[in-house]
């Protein structure tokens, strides 16, 4: 008898733990089942495209500017898409920084070369130019930008498209973004807005820091206020909800570049990207880049201690060291902190990013170099200076808000959603 009751009880136990283990599969523990919502909700602009608006391209001699991150909802890629399309003329393909594939390094310059898996010319727009050749472009009738951005001044996709808007008008080409979400969600407009004499490639137009735009909406930004001027179609996505992060849209985050693995990365990334400008590491060439940072001549310990006394809202830092396996410091073990976004609606990216700096440099100032690159990221001079002077970041994010304000103003004209 006992036995029977033991046995009764270990089938029922075994039961109630498959029915729990396929409740979490089915509900990812109450996100799976919402994000399943969303995925059938919502549509990219390629799908748009091919579903929707396909007119725009059939019959004509197609351009292509893409990575890995040109994708449908099912991973399908646009290059793939439109190749495989007996009513569509694919003819060339371009590549930003990193390349078609995705992957070059940070930095890398890639050549002109043929596309193995559609015997396609592949031109790069980060080599010997960055902005498409009238040679280029020679034959193309249409051209279309289909990349996914990650909501910050500094990452370089946005230019390349500007670039290549430029070139399209030209040359008389007509040009179409096909958009996608910001991975940051739109609602959130933080920083400073660029000083015009700090432009470079990693910061070209009056924008701030955390822009909180699609690339189809700076698309219609640039080729309005920068009088850009080309024959420009954003063909808008169905269904994207302006405060949704990435991971609240139920589509699969495929890395942009190949320090950007996660939308955590991303989250982290318009602060901590500053400490490139520096000669502490970003955590590049560790498993966690963007989200490690430290020297060798750091102390994890304090600087953890430090940062977690200034309470900086939806964020922890965590005394970590590690190792580099490419980039600075390559090699050589630094201590620092890992930083955790414990609440993503408070976190505040800049001002937590400033703060680490701030921070770095007052307890090592004869250490941590401030390099012309930081007045690049950041986009003036007076930030670094404020820094070596004690100046506060509090004072600081004063000092931006009167130009962000206006930012704002003129950004409420080209949102799309």
């Given at each position: 008898m006992k036995k029977g009751i033991a046995l009764l009880t270990t089938i029922l136990l075994v039961l109630t733990s498959l029915s729990i283990a396929f409740a979490d599969h089915d509900n990812g523990n109450g996100k799976s089942k919402d994000n399943r919502k969303a995925h059938k909700d919502i549509k990219l602009g390629v799908e748009v495209l091919l579903e929707e608006q396909k007119e725009l391209i059939i019959g004509k001699n197609v351009g292509l500017i893409t990575n890995p991150t040109g994708v449908d909802q099912e991973l399908n890629s646009i290059v793939d898409l439109l190749n495989n399309d007996p009513e569509i003329n694919l003819t060339a393909l371009y590549g930003p920084e990193h390349g078609v594939r995705g992957d070059a390094q940070a930095g890398q310059y890639v050549d002109y070369y043929i596309d193995e898996v559609t015997g396609l010319p592949v031109y790069s727009l980060y080599g010997k130019t960055r902005k498409p050749s009238p040679e280029m472009l020679e034959g193309i009738e249409v051209l279309i930008f289909d990349i996914q951005d990650v909501g910050a001044r500094f990452y370089t996709y946005i230019y390349t498209m500007a670039l290549a808007m430029e070139a399209?008008?030209?040359?008389?080409?007509?040009?179409?973004?096909?958009?996608?979400?910001?991975?940051?969600?739109g609602t959130k407009v933080e920083g400073p807005v660029l000083d015009l004499a700090y432009a470079s490639f990693v910061g070209q137009y009056a924008i701030p820091l955390r822009h909180g735009m699609t690339v189809g909406e700076l698309a219609e930004?640039?080729?309005?206020?920068?009088?850009?001027?080309?024959?420009?179609?954003?063909?808008?996505?169905?269904?994207?909800?302006?405060?949704?992060?990435?991971?609240?849209?139920?589509?699969?985050?495929?890395?942009?570049?190949?320090?950007?693995?996660?939308?955590?990365?991303?989250?982290?990334?318009?602060?901590?990207?500053?400490?490139?400008?520096?000669?502490?590491?970003?955590?590049?060439?560790?498993t966690k880049p963007f989200e490690y940072i430290g020297a060798p001549f750091i102390n994890s310990t304090e600087l953890a201690q430090e940062l977690n006394a200034l309470q900086l809202p939806g964020v922890s830092f965590r005394a970590t060291s590690f190792t580099p396996a490419f980039s600075?410091?390559?090699?050589?073990?630094?201590?620092?902190?890992?930083?955790?976004?414990?609440?993503?609606?408070?976190?505040?990216?800049?001002?937590?990013?400033?703060?680490?700096?701030?921070?770095?440099?007052?307890?090592?100032?004869?250490?941590?170099?401030?390099?012309?690159?930081?007045?690049?990221?950041?986009?003036?001079?007076?930030?670094?200076?404020?820094?070596?002077?004690?100046?506060?970041?509090?004072?600081?994010?004063?000092?931006?808000?009167g130009e962000l304000k206006e930012f704002k103003k003129v950004r409420r004209n080209y949102l799309l959603y």
């Open positions: 399209a008008q030209e040359q008389g080409i007509p040009f179409i973004v096909l958009d996608r979400p910001n991975p940051l969600g930004f640039f080729n309005e206020e920068i009088e850009i001027g080309v024959d420009l179609t954003v063909v808008k996505m169905e269904g994207w909800q302006r405060q949704s992060y990435y991971d609240e849209t139920g589509l699969e985050f495929v890395p942009p570049s190949p320090n950007m693995p996660t939308l955590d990365t991303a989250l982290v990334y318009p602060g901590t990207a500053l400490i490139e400008g520096t000669n502490a590491s970003e955590g590049r060439g560790t600075k410091h390559v090699g050589k073990l630094s201590h620092g902190v890992q930083v955790h976004v414990t609440d993503r609606e408070a976190y505040l990216p800049i001002e937590t990013g400033l703060h680490i700096v701030k921070t770095i440099y007052d307890l090592y100032p004869d250490q941590l170099q401030l390099t012309s690159f930081f007045n690049n990221l950041i986009g003036n001079e007076w930030i670094s200076n404020g820094i070596k002077e004690g100046m506060t970041v509090e004072e600081m994010k004063e000092r931006w808000q």
